[in-house]
Each structure stands twice: as C-alpha cells, then as structure tokens.
C-alpha cells in the first residue's frame, strides 16, 4: 500500500491536514472539499463551499 504524505498544519505545525471529501447536490462527489488538521486540539480547517474559501469555521458532525 502507498503511504500518503499530508502538508503540515501551519497553524499547529504538530498535526497534518487531512483531506474530506463530499457530495454534491446531485449526488457527484466532491474530492478535497475540506482539509481538516489532524490535532484535535488546534482545529484548523479550510472547506469550499458553492465556490467560496472559507477558514477556520466551527467543525461539528453531520446528524446524517
């Protein structure tokens, strides 16, 4: 199996950012919607939505 090499979270620079991915409206999948760091006590993200960067939003679990 190849080992991925995720960018240090410059933010932390202890954890890695981890990529999400998601689907869209229609149902095709979004690869690297959102990077998430792998630190659970910095919490630093970066997502795109419908075009727009957004940085460091509360990041909470889907009820779905």
């Given at each position: 199996m190849?080992?991925?090499n995720w960018p240090e979270c410059l933010k932390c620079s202890t954890g890695v950012l981890?990529?999400?991915s998601d689907y869209g409206r229609e149902g095709?999948?979004?690869h690297y919607k959102a990077w998430v760091?792998?630190?659970p006590d910095c919490g630093f993200n970066i997502?795109?939505?419908?075009?727009e960067v957004s940085?460091?939003?509360k990041i909470a679990s889907s009820g779905k």
């Open positions: 190849e080992q991925m981890l990529p999400l095709s999948s979004i760091c792998s630190n997502r795109i939505d419908n075009g940085l460091g939003k």
